[in-house]
């Protein structure tokens, strides 16, 4: 049975191994002697000091070599205690400042290396500290290495050649970069470091007897900084030093500009570059002016969109790696062999490059880390999650093993049967057997998996065998054979089908990505007709793809997003054939291709917590408080959200009156978010409204919701019908940013900052279209009314189609006493005696103004919406009722949908339930045609003849309450 690497239950040692580590033991406490002091076994215990003499020749060596460094390990208590983050700056610090020259410091610096190598190595091999302890320790004694020889190393140089400067006479300082394991604070025990290095601006140094350029200043320190850490002495090295990761590797300059390094990514930056810069970390010079400019190379490695066109370029470099493990016989290589360390690193890193520019989680540095994320996104399952990080775990605290014993970089399994078992020792394991079943065992794993991820292509001949298909996209000018191959595939126009693929040809090789584009696209169309000629409409289909595949023949990453994806393809094939709107939809916001990958969130849309907790994750990762990021993070939020809705609907998975409220939490949740962000934004601005105290609660402001948000009854088109609100009373805004202002203009402003925020059109479209027109006075009224005028309004002023109005109207957010007010407004108009005969003739006359103003004639059809016994009138006899009966029958205000106000009118006996059930029946068969027949981007209407029987029950019931 396997223990922990860090578990205190130690595996016993074999007689061989314990009697050379007693030999090492009794040769170092020999040497500790001579310069007296407590014994070295008094201190230690004697377990520790033979699994670390064991398992580690390098560690030994340094101690019999230095056994008063061992007793002052041992005496100071380091061995035993976890470092502060500053430790290993203290300790480099204090022996850099005793250090008077640059051979001094290099010295300096190799000794401390050894003390804290052996240091780190006790408390592994001991079971105090875990994988995680000693790669944070690794790393921070690097990072501290490098800033602390850098900074002593720049004045020197200064001192020599004067002070390097920009244009204006500003000083200017290095950076330095770790990538690699080192950049992720991953560092394994006898790692290089890989570093790159960069300078702000070209000019020349300030002096009056050698200025030469910066970069030849710069070049000159980076040298001697790589010798301070990376040359081979007699003392050892501190760390290897790496840089061929920088532009041009071996062949490129030491160090660059910001601007020279940048111009280089933006025109020759390659996949494996960018690859490299995930794991970027400042570590040293102007951290300032570095963060800034590693800000600016972000979007090379981060693109602003979903870079499925990664998967090629890392399968390629996969593909290498193969060759490798073939060529070099790397079988038994734990980094680089089938199943090793690289592979999980790939693993989660190709997320990277894919996600990382539209979620900044996958920008984190640590591989672990990563792949919570995706497990958190459901891009791996927890299983996966879990098989992969324990690997990972495993793997690296093996290779940690391999590389304590001599402290040299090796990744491979020793071929000495000796050696191995001491490895399977060290891990733990009772016998070399039982650690090379684990081992095997996570590699398979890992393998499996990173094969899972990366898929395996078809060839091009199974692509293009696909029912002959292939051919009729790859080989034009063969018409008559094109013709027959589509006829056998079941497309019943094969000439329409050959004039709309010729004219999608034309367009093809002129995009971003010119012939790798072209590449993919031939790739893509033999399954796009395989899998399209399996529709029983495939020529329909088929036209609806290509309208989805114009919007995206520029944006590759999408053309190689269908071609990794098969599963993807299939859902939008079924889609396409169900509903063009959801083509048209994905045209627009071509990111949603996106959620063709996971079905189980794609036929699952949120319900009205998640969708608030979805958004909120959204918003925090979207940076900070950029007006304009929000604004991107929420029209995308409302994008993917409204796709799953509409993927649920059409599939059958929701019926209408839950799409309609799923699009109503929609809305809500994005008006929610909307008044939070303003109202912060108007805060710091200007302070807030006088009297209003310190809830968040209490703003003083409301969002009504009228018409079809307000009834529930919002489709994929609706616009937003609203009024805005206030309580402010007297006075002028305090603790602001800028000058107070009254508080009634800070709510007219908070009012037209919402509207803009959810109608400005950005580049990931815009949110909804507000219609304003039902507050006070319409297009003529101010924009939030106060309460108080509202109420005097409603009571005095307001016209009857008004007051219809505010029977599906109710407070969505905002101010819970603003909200009751309005409700209670709401109740007393409801509640108004009043006489019926005029208002029956009101009610009629605005139904026949509505009717007079259509523009639609009849000629044999019927509108769903506006014709005699259709929607509209359903909704006038419901609000008449409840005008005409709101005086005696309070609970005819609850609700402000038709159907429990049906319900409502029926409980009360105002109607019959024979004809509150015509009515619901009616109202729900006709709002179901118009939903499905917006989805086919069709005008609800369809031949009178079609319900006629529903319609002449509602006239008749029309005619029945008004007495016509």
Not at 258 to 279: C, H, I, P, T
Not at 634 to 640: L, P
Not at 737 to 753: A, C, H, K, T, Y
Request: include cysteine; charged fraction near 25%.
């Amino acid at each position: 049975m396997a223990n922990s690497p860090a578990s205190k239950t130690m595996i016993a040692l074999t007689e061989d191994l314990k009697t050379a580590a007693e030999q090492k033991i009794s040769e170092c406490c020999r040497s500790a002697e001579t310069s007296g002091g407590k014994s070295i076994e008094a201190l230690a215990d004697p377990g520790d000091l033979s699994r670390v003499f064991a398992f580690s020749e390098y560690a030994a060596r340094q101690c019999m070599r230095n056994p008063e460094m061992l007793r002052e390990l041992l005496e100071s208590g380091d061995l035993e205690r976890l470092y502060p983050q500053d430790q290993y700056q203290q300790y480099i610090a204090l022996a850099a400042g005793r250090a008077s020259d640059e051979q001094d410091l290099a010295v300096a610096l190799r000794r401390l290396r050894h003390r804290e190598m052996v240091r780190i190595v006790w408390r592994d091999l001991t079971g105090r500290a875990d994988l995680f302890e000693t790669m944070a320790d690794l790393s921070a004694l690097a990072d501290a290495c490098v800033a602390r020889a850098l900074d002593y190393l720049y004045p020197l140089l200064c001192e020599r050649y004067g002070r390097p400067e920009d244009a204006a006479g500003n000083a200017q300082q290095m950076v330095v970069f770790a990538m690699g394991k080192l950049g992720g604070r991953e560092l394994n025990f006898s790692s290089d470091i890989d570093l790159m290095f960069a300078f702000p601006e070209a000019g020349h140094t300030r002096s009056e007897e050698k200025s030469i350029s910066n970069e030849e200043f710069f070049t000159r320190l980076v040298r001697r900084l790589i010798d301070v850490i990376g040359k081979s002495t007699p003392e050892g090295f501190v760390f290897r030093v790496d840089t061929r990761l920088r532009p041009y590797g071996d062949s490129g300059p030491l160090v660059m500009s910001f601007d020279s390094m940048e111009n280089y990514y933006q025109m020759f930056g390659r996949e494996w570059e960018r690859y490299a810069l995930v794991k970027a970390r400042l570590i040293a010079g102007d951290k300032q002016r570095g963060e800034a400019f590693f800000d600016r190379l972000r979007p090379f490695v981060f693109r602003r969109y979903l870079d499925y066109g990664t998967f090629e370029s890392i399968r390629e470099m996969k593909q290498k790696i193969v060759r490798e493990v073939v060529r070099k016989g790397l079988a038994d290589n734990i980094k680089h062999g089938y199943g090793g360390i690289r592979e999980i690193e790939f693993f989660g890193q190709v997320f990277q490059l894919i996600r990382g520019g539209i979620d900044p989680a996958y920008q984190e540095r640590s591989i672990l880390k990563v792949l919570k994320v995706m497990r958190k996104d459901r891009g791996i399952t927890g299983k996966v999650y879990e098989e992969l990080s324990s690997a990972y775990v495993f793997l690296r605290n093996t290779e940690n093993r391999l590389q304590m014993y001599e402290d040299m970089q090796t990744h491979s399994l020793p071929a000495d049967p000796r050696a191995r078992t001491r490895l399977a020792l060290s891990m733990g394991f009772d016998s070399e057997k039982e650690f090379i079943r684990a081992l095997d065992a996570h590699m398979s794993r890992v393998h499996f998996h990173f094969n899972q991820l990366l898929g395996q292509e078809s060839t091009e001949a199974e692509a293009q065998s696909e029912t002959g298909l292939g051919n009729v996209w790859l080989t034009p000018g063969q018409t008559d054979q094109n013709r027959q191959n589509l006829e056998a595939a079941g497309f019943e126009e094969p000439d329409t089908v050959l004039r709309l693929l010729g004219e999608f040809r034309d367009k093809t090789g002129y995009g971003e990505d010119g012939h790798i584009a072209t590449a993919r696209i031939n790739r893509l169309m033999p399954r796009v007709l395989g899998a399209v000629a399996e529709t029983d409409r495939p020529l329909l289909v088929l036209k609806r793809i290509m309208t989805l595949l114009d919007a995206i023949l520029n944006r590759s990453c999408y053309i190689s997003l269908l071609l990794e994806n098969p599963g993807a393809l299939e859902h939008l094939v079924r889609l396409a054939r169900i509903s063009p709107w959801i083509v048209s939809f994905l045209s627009q916001h071509p990111l949603l291709l996106d959620e063709l990958l996971d079905v189980r969130s794609m036929y699952a849309p949120l319900d009205r917590a998640a969708l608030a907790g979805d958004l909120r994750q959204r918003l925090e990762k979207s940076g900070g408080d950029d007006p304009e990021l929000q604004m991107d993070a929420i029209r995308v939020f409302k994008q993917v959200n409204m796709f799953r809705i509409v993927a649920a609907d059409v599939t059958g998975h929701l019926p209408l009156m839950q799409v309609s409220d799923r699009l109503t939490y929609l809305a809500e949740t994005i008006l929610d978010a909307a008044l939070d962000l303003t109202w912060h934004q108007m805060v710091e601005r200007y302070g807030k409204p006088s009297a209003i105290d310190g809830d968040p609660g209490n703003t003083g402001f409301a969002v009504i919701a009228y018409g079809k948000l307000g009834g529930y009854e919002l489709g994929y088109r609706s616009d937003l019908d609203l009024v805005f609100l206030h309580t402010a009373q007297p006075g002028q805004t305090t603790g602001g940013r800028l000058r107070p202002i009254d508080n009634s203009e800070f709510f007219g402003r908070l009012g037209q900052r919402i509207i803009h925020f959810l109608s400005a059109p950005t580049s990931t479209g815009k949110l909804y279209e507000i219609d304003m027109r039902l507050r006070p006075s319409g297009n003529a009224g101010i924009l939030v009314s106060h309460m108080d005028a509202f109420e005097e309004y409603q009571s005095r002023h307001a016209w009857t189609w008004e007051h219809q109005a505010l029977i599906k109207a109710r407070p969505i957010i905002g101010d819970f006493q603003v909200a009751r007010r309005f409700a209670d407004v709401r109740t007393q108009v409801i509640a108004a005696r009043r006489n019926t005969e005029q208002l029956a003739a009101a009610v009629l006359e605005m139904r026949e103004r509505m009717r007079s103003a259509r523009e639609f004639s009849h000629n044999g059809l019927f509108d769903l919406k506006q014709d005699s016994g259709g929607i509209v009138d359903i909704e006038f006899l419901v609000q008449f009722l409840i005008l005409c009966h709101g005086s005696r029958h309070e609970q005819l205000g609850q609700w402000t949908d038709v159907v429990r106000q049906l319900n409502a009118l029926a409980l009360c006996g105002i109607i019959a339930d024979l004809d509150a059930h015509a009515l619901k029946q009616a109202y729900l068969i006709y709002r179901y045609f118009v939903h499905r027949m917006n989805l086919q981007e069709k005008k609800a209407v369809l031949p009178e003849n079609r319900f006629a029987e529903l319609r002449r029950r509602v006239v008749r019931i029309w005619r029945k309450v008004f007495g016509q």
